[in-house]
């Protein structure tokens, strides 16, 4: 009933071995849902790659359309590229390089609002407090075990973010776009 950003690019990442359509249709299908707007209800901005889609009746308490995530935008760039690695046809990529560019957009600009050079967030009032893997509202502690306070910047999600960056600014450059520079 739902679909998951990261789960789903996750899934199509590691099904490349077997043919690159899977991560295609993932792609094409996040691509088509990436924010375009900043929402502080949905948490959707500019760029950003949304985290949960469901069905009016799956939704409880998020919203139908849910943009809460930090890691979903840098594996979306990621994907690309690996299925552009592993054959996805370059006609299929370059039809999705626009997105690529705004997800790129958004990991220097509102995945990192103080410009440190680290994705992080603040807890999401109106969704997930922590929005990484570990989404559950206990899921980031500190060796004490106290809750960590935001704003943070999960170590996994910079791994995701370098990767993302270096392997997009490759393919900007292979397609001959402008920005993989910065």
Known sequence: LTLFGRDSLW?????????????????????????????QRT????????HE??????AVWLPETYYGTVDATPLFVATLVDAWHWGMPESEVAALLP??????????????PDGDGFIEYAADQAGLSNPGWKDSHDGVQWADGRFADAPLALCEVQGDAYQAGTAGAELLDAFHRPGAQR
């Open 11 to 39: 899934a199509a990442r590691m099904s490349l071995p077997l043919g690159a359509e899977l991560a295609a249709g993932t792609l094409r299908t996040l691509a088509r849902r990436q924010g375009s707007r900043t929402d």
């Open 53 to 58: 889609l469901r069905s009016a009746d799956a």
């Open 99 to 112: 997105a690529v560019e705004r997800a790129l957009d958004w990991l220097v600009a509102d995945g990192d």
């Open 43 to 50: 948490g959707e901005a500019p760029g950003k790659i949304a």
